[in-house]
T-cell receptor, first 116, second 112 residues
Framework: GAVVSQHPSWVICKSGTSVKIECRSL??????MFWYRQFPKQSLMLMAT?????????EQGVEKDKFLINHASLTLSTLTVTSAHPEDSSFYIC????????????FGQGTRLTVV | KQEVTQIPAALSVPEGENLVLNCSFT??????LQWFRQDPGKGLTSLLL?????REQTSGRLNASLDKSSGRSTLYIAASQPGDSATYLC???????????FGTGTSLTVIP
């Protein structure tokens, strides 16, 4: 199947700093990318949907000014957690879909963010 | 809003047993359903994808069925092995460009 690469796999940052997470589709063009968040012992919850070249659509309760999403190319989307706080500590995972890859969605390896 | 539930939340079985994981969803207007495996602290590994027009998919020791009208799917694992220990997630989607709604997961432990 297609490969989605997410970087970094884990990051520790100080409270108040910003962290950028990258999601790349390595062998296909991702017209749509999704960002999910997973708190311990909970399932994945969608944060936002981004389409290449347009603004991301955020789910209710997700602050768009805090979680900046950029999908400037068909192979790269970034999620920046701005002014991170300990409650932002979570597992963030991206998913990419493309009509050219059929109906299956492909997921990155995830990023474990710890804010201290 | 679509809600996806998985039962049981946790399951522990001896090696070699056959087992069934259950997934139910509230909105039957789905495009496809996908089963994933997640190892601790890791990302998702896709196991099986069932499109809404299909009834089941098989891959090796895994078999997934879908009954869209009743909002149910099952994942059957034959001859379980310790390496099968992981959390299994089911997810449904309304379309190719749409998000997935994930279930709460079943944590499986296969005891050697």
């Amino acid at each position: 199947g297609a490969v989605v690469s997410q970087h970094p796999s884990w990051v520790i940052c100080k409270s108040g700093t910003s962290v950028k997470i990258e999601c790349r589709s390595l062998d296909f063009q991702a017209t749509t990318m999704f960002w999910y968040r997973q708190f311990p012992k909970q399932s994945l919850m969608l944060m936002a949907t981004s389409n290449e070249g347009s603004k991301a659509t955020y789910e209710q309760g997700v602050e768009k000014d805090k979680f900046l999403i950029n999908h400037a190319s068909l192979t790269l989307s970034t999620l920046t957690v701005t002014s991170a706080h300990p409650e932002d500590s979570s597992f963030y995972i991206c998913s990419a879909r493309s009509l050219g890859q059929g109906v299956e969605a492909f997921f990155g390896q995830g990023t474990r963010l710890t804010v201290v | 809003k679509q809600e996806v539930t998985q039962i049981p939340a946790a399951l522990s079985v001896p090696e070699g047993e056959n087992l069934v994981l259950n997934c139910s969803f509230t909105d039957s207007a789905i495009y496809n359903l996908q089963w994933f495996r997640q190892d601790p602290g890791k990302g998702l590994t896709s196991l099986l994808l069932i499109q809404s027009s299909q009834r089941e998919q098989t891959s090796g020791r895994l078999n997934a069925s879908l009954d869209k009208s009743s909002g149910r799917s099952t994942l059957y694992i034959a001859a379980s092995q310790p390496g099968d220990s992981a959390t299994y997630l089911c997810a449904v989607s309304r379309g190719t460009g749409n998000q997935f709604y994930f279930g709460t997961g079943t944590s499986l432990t296969v005891i050697p």
